[in-house]
């Protein structure tokens, strides 16, 4: 399996880390799959809340943290083979312009509000990706029970799901909702090829930019890859309760409690997220609010 999981993050440690931890507790290949987190600190007290996540998973993940400079050349980067050490060479595939060789052929994008709530399987998901080539992605973050449609405030029909070996497969062209939205950036999975074209030439200078020009995007796949891919049960959701950034007007939770100047407070007092404590949870939708449940941090 040939695989890189990318995480957008901002200003957000302790959500961050309840990602990273229901990751490693649900994930079956967590241990040996590459992490990239793409990070941005506004503060220096957010800034000293991501040091104390970076020792929290130290030897537990394979984590590669990249504090973010200038967002779409360090994703571009992290996407990327290293150049090569000649510095004469480097100019010269440049003037070529030659692209580096990708580190992976499949990509996971998340956020760092992703909790994952069920065992999955990334090497099995790869496996359907290879297996049903009219599917642009698998969504972690759909299935049966994804009912409504957080967003939009409204409920959201089902496909017509299809079963396939290991899930379901359905028609996203012409869907509504979360199941009309194939290509985000918030737990799915896609084949690198696909989507590296778009990457290194489409402008966008954050998550939900890129968000924005690769769903505008969409209908280039309509024809050839039609189809997505779910569980049966979404593995995976948003915890939408706050709001750390200005571009978008996202709906979202509005608790002083849960702002994120407050949380990395309780992150720095040694508050963590009981991931274990959302084994099972069941959502009605990608996104949906919840009360963090919140215990000290005990190191493993």
């Known amino acids: 399996m040939s695989l890189l999981t990318l995480i957008f993050s901002k200003d957000r440690p302790l959500q961050l880390h309840a990602t990273l931890a229901s990751f490693a507790l649900h994930c079956a290949e967590a241990a040996g799959t590459p992490v ?8 220096e007290a957010f800034s000293r809340a991501y040091g104390q996540l970076r020792e929290d998973f130290f030897g537990r993940l394979q984590i590669t943290w990249v504090e973010e400079r200038s967002f779409r050349r360090d994703l571009l980067a992290s996407l990327q083979e290293s150049p090569t050490a000649s510095r004469w060479r480097r100019v010269l595939d440049r003037l070529r312009l030659r692209s580096r060789p990708l580190r992976s052929e499949h990509l996971l994008f998340l956020v760092d509000d992703n909790i994952f709530v069920r065992p999955f399987s990334l090497r099995l998901i790869v496996e359907m990706l290879d297996q049903q080539p009219s599917a642009v992605g698998f969504s972690l973050r759909v299935g049966r029970n994804t009912t409504t449609c957080y967003s939009m405030r409204c409920a959201q029909p089902l496909p017509d799901f299809q079963p396939v070996v290991g899930g379901l497969r359905f028609r996203w062209v012409g869907e509504t909702g979360d199941f009309g939205y194939p290509i985000e950036v918030s737990s799915s999975v896609y084949r690198l090829a696909d989507l590296i074209g778009l990457l290194r030439t489409l402008p966008y200078t954050n998550p939900n930019r890129l968000e924005q020009v690769l769903s505008s995007s969409s209908s280039l796949f309509a024809l050839s890859k039609p189809d997505l891919l779910c569980f049966e049960q979404s593995v995976a959701f948003c915890a939408p ?9 996202n709906r979202a939770g509005e608790l002083t409690a849960y702002s994120a100047e407050e949380l990395n407070c309780r992150f720095l007092d040694g508050m963590r997220v009981n991931v274990a404590a959302l084994d099972g949870f069941v959502p009605m939708a990608a996104h949906q609010e919840i009360s963090l449940p919140l215990i000290p941090f005990v190191d493993s």
């Open 241 to 249: 309760i706050n709001k750390v950034q200005t571009v978008f007007d």
């Open 36 to 43: 990239v987190v793409l990070y941005h600190a506004s503060s």
